[in-house]
């Protein structure tokens, strides 16, 4: 049987020591396979985004384990975790973190520079994600001369055009109006249906989580809910 995706075995997270400190995440374990489209839930302070910047390799656990495709990802030296980061994971971020001065398709071009990759090539690779999102014919302009919405979708080509096994989508709709967010979550499925992309995906929407096929939710940093979406009550 094929290694789950990722898995967190026994994941703690502490920060501080003696009365100052803090337990983010305890004993936290579960896997998500590849091709799963899951959103995390929880109250602030509930350690759902500890959990997001562990699976992203921003952050690592106090005790137990972080498996990406069956490697321990905890053990890795920061260059190896850095290329992890770059040809493995997308980000999607809440505030889009666009350059204000730059086209949408150097934007979506600018982690493709880090890679190495030759202009043509990531040229060519931006144009199809940007195309993939809905916004061939808007390459040439910048952030200011686009919605809220166009602004998340060139997000999402520049996490698209890395080739990514995972996007992170942390609060992708949080600065959008409803209609926006739902377009949003529709593109999110799209994507993990078409592309076969697993989207892990933080929100504190219920509505926003219906589009996902599995929710969790943290509680004081344990995972206390792990179900179906269709299983909810």
Do not use: W
Request: proline share 4%.
């Amino acid at each position: 049987m094929a290694a789950p995706l990722i898995a967190f075995r026994n994941v703690s997270r502490v920060y501080g020591s003696g009365e100052a400190e803090v337990r983010a995440l305890a004993d936290v374990s579960f896997q998500i396979a590849a091709g799963e489209f899951v959103a995390i839930m929880g109250p602030s302070g509930s350690g759902k985004s500890t959990a997001m910047n562990i699976i992203g390799c921003l952050d690592r656990p106090t005790f137990g384990e972080y498996l990406f495709k069956g490697i321990a990802v905890q053990g890795l030296g920061q260059d190896a975790r850095a290329l992890l980061r770059r040809h493995a994971l997308g980000f999607v971020f809440q505030g889009f973190n666009l350059l204000p001065r730059q086209s949408a398709l150097e934007n979506v071009e600018l982690p493709l520079i880090y890679k190495g990759m030759p202009g043509p090539e990531r040229r060519a690779r931006a144009r199809e994600a940007l195309r993939k999102v809905g916004l061939e014919g808007r390459e040439g302009h910048d952030p200011s001369q686009l919605s809220g919405g166009q602004q998340q979708r060139v997000a999402i080509a520049r996490a698209l055009a890395g080739q990514p096994t995972v996007i992170l989508a942390d609060e992708p709709t949080g600065n959008l109006d409803s209609a926006r967010g739902q377009e949003i979550m529709q593109l999110l499925q799209a994507l993990n249906r078409q592309e076969g992309i697993t989207i892990v995906m933080v929100t504190h929407e219920d509505d926003i989580a219906r589009h996902a096929k599995r929710l969790m939710v943290f509680t004081d940093g344990r995972l206390t809910r792990d179900t179906a979406v269709g299983e909810r009550v």
